[in-house]
């Protein structure tokens, strides 16, 4: 199960995620609350990751700023978990946008033609 961790003041630096199996997920502070997540978006994780995001949406509010630039490798399973969190945010007045990407997760929304919906513009790049 991806862990969250919630943020203190002070943005602390995610662990580190070099195993392959490894999901995990960070909350901080702001007007949108900043979920990191860290390790691989797939098929395997999926269920486990939508259902953290779901979780952070009812603790935290439907306004999420994703931070995906230390995600290894995401497929079409994980890009729909993001996509079903959009749908639930907006469900509820609130917004999910991807305010950092790796190369391998902008190249995966660039292919789906996805760029508007999650209001990516030029230099998200993590």
């Excluded at 199996?21 to 990191?36: F, Q, S």
């Excluded at 949406?57 to 497929?75: E, Q």
Aim: hydrophobic fraction near 40%; include cysteine.
């Amino acid at each position: 199960m991806p862990r969250t961790d919630a943020w203190p003041q002070q943005r602390p630096r995610v662990p580190d995620c070099t195993e392959t199996a490894d999901l995990r997920v960070a909350v901080g502070p702001g007007p949108a609350v900043v979920v990191e997540i860290c390790g691989e978006i797939d098929i395997q994780s999926a269920t486990e990751l939508q259902d953290e995001l779901l979780r952070v949406i009812r603790r935290y509010g439907p306004r999420l700023a994703l931070d995906l630039a230390r995600v290894r490798f995401t497929d079409c399973a994980g890009l729909n978990v993001l996509l079903a969190t959009r749908r639930r945010a907006r469900l509820e007045q609130g917004s999910v946008r991807v305010v950092r990407a790796s190369p391998q997760v902008l190249r995966m929304i660039s292919l789906l033609g996805l760029e508007k919906v999650f209001a990516l513009g030029g230099q998200h790049v993590g």
